[in-house]
């Protein structure tokens, strides 16, 4: 028997209301700041990963899809959404839009990583971008927006982690002096750290290892090597969500795994141990576009898993609007009658009216304990004999009471009611 592959897993109906509550709230939240959707191809040239995620990444190293397609063309399932929505901007010639071009998505995303709760190899994302501007006022507005949807889902108990990792002017001296440290330190990294160390120096920030923990808590930091302009810029940012109201915490160790990061990054993080260790983060890429072979072109974002927001709704009891159950029944009492259930329940669907409808061969009894289940408030019961005089009958199954109408007058008798939950 046929099972979902590893790491991946089917959204069922009864998963839905939590989806469309995020959902809902996603679209209402991005309308509000001015976002406009957009959604990239699920597969990209993998050189598009490669290049802009950066080697020495776990990403790049151990977590994408890649495959050659008939053509023989080095294709990847898309890890991450950034890269391709910067290299769609760059595509359409999006620069000659008033700028910033502000974008919203979510959309799948595909890396082979060891699956456990809230991290799937098959994950979907919300998320945004703001392109073409480096003002800082742009980073607080993407961090306002994600934690104005937060609020709205009813989350709570959770703290914004922010740090500057600075730019190409003051990065470079920073990691030769982070190195430096390491290699003194190295004996009391993990095995993996020391791997990284060789590899990608400020990956090592970003590990979980918990025997690295001590090591990293002691590292240099960067926020004590940034340059005028980059110390500009994360002063105004933290001036920005000061007049705004948004708490934070400064972490100088948060790096994010990514290398076309540059200035702003920021994760928000749920202070129970029982959640998952980040709902959502983000940041600056001024570099993203040149490392794709454009020229510099500001960009800042953010991304959201989607299953691990619903798992922290779910953890903290988060109620959500239930799936719409259909208004109206319609049963039937035998083979002559089936027709005319059809045309009945056709005609409520074209008034804007929900309706389901009894099938097979089942007896009356049998159809109106369905119809109890449904949890539709109106039966429509359409019987031979009363067809023949013209009729159906409607009942009401909150209350038993029921009435003969003509059924010409069905729709116009019905009152339509909102779609109802169990």
């Known amino acids: 028997m046929f099972t979902t592959p590893r790491g991946t897993q089917d959204i069922l109906p009864a998963d839905w209301p939590y989806w469309n509550y995020v959902l809902g709230h996603a679209a209402e939240v991005t309308r509000l700041f001015g976002y406009r959707r957009i959604e990239t191809p699920t597969f990209e040239s993998t050189s598009l990963f490669a290049r802009t995620s950066g080697q020495g990444t776990d990403v790049v190293d151990k977590e994408m899809y890649t495959f050659q397609d008939r053509s023989g063309d080095d294709l990847t399932l898309r890890p991450e959404d950034t890269a391709p929505i910067m290299r769609a901007y760059m595509q ?35 998320g945004a971008e703001a392109i073409g501007v480096d003002d800082a006022f742009v980073d607080v507005e993407l961090i306002a927006l994600l934690h104005t949807l937060y609020v709205r889902l009813g989350l709570r108990d959770f703290t914004l982690h922010l740090n500057s990792i600075g730019d190409r002017n003051c990065r470079p001296a920073y990691v030769r002096e982070l190195a430096s440290y390491l290699q003194a330190h190295q004996d009391q990294l993990a095995p993996t750290d020391r791997e990284r160390l060789q590899r990608n ?33 994360f002063d105004k940012v933290q001036r920005g969500l000061g007049a705004i109201g948004i708490d934070y915490q400064l972490n100088p160790y948060l790096v994010r795994g990514l290398d076309y990061y540059t200035r702003t990054v920021f994760e928000f993080i749920p202070r129970s141990d029982a959640a998952q260790s980040t709902l959502g983060g983000g940041g600056r890429y001024d570099a993203l576009s040149e490392a794709m072979g454009g020229p510099e072109i500001p960009g800042v974002g953010f991304g959201s898993g989607i299953e691990r927001l619903i798992l922290n709704l779910q953890e903290q009891g988060v109620d959500v609007p239930p799936a719409p159950h259909p208004a109206v029944y319609v049963a039937h009492a035998g083979e002559g009658s089936e027709d005319a259930a059809l045309r009945i329940a056709m005609d409520l669907r074209r008034a804007g009216i929900s309706a389901d409808m009894a099938f097979g061969e089942r007896s009356l009894k049998a159809q109106m304990r369905h119809a109890g289940n449904s949890a539709a408030g109106t039966a429509v019961i359409a019987g031979e004999e009363e067809l023949q005089r013209g009729d159906v009958t409607v009942r009401s199954l909150d209350t038993g009471q029921q009435q003969t109408v003509p059924l010409s007058d069905v729709v116009n ?9 169990p």
């Open 413 to 421: 008798r019905i009152q339509t009611p909102n779609d109802r939950a």
């Open 92 to 126: 359409h010639g999006m620069s000659r839009l008033p700028q910033p071009v502000k974008l919203w998505y979510v959309e799948a995303n595909f890396r082979y990583d060891r699956p456990q709760r809230g991290r799937l190899r098959e994950h979907h994302q919300f």
């Open 201 to 233: 120096t400020l990956r090592v920030l970003d590990s979980k290892e918990a025997a690295s923990q001590s090591v990293i808590r002691s590292a240099p930091s960067i926020v004590d090597h940034l340059c005028d302009a980059c110390r500009a810029h």
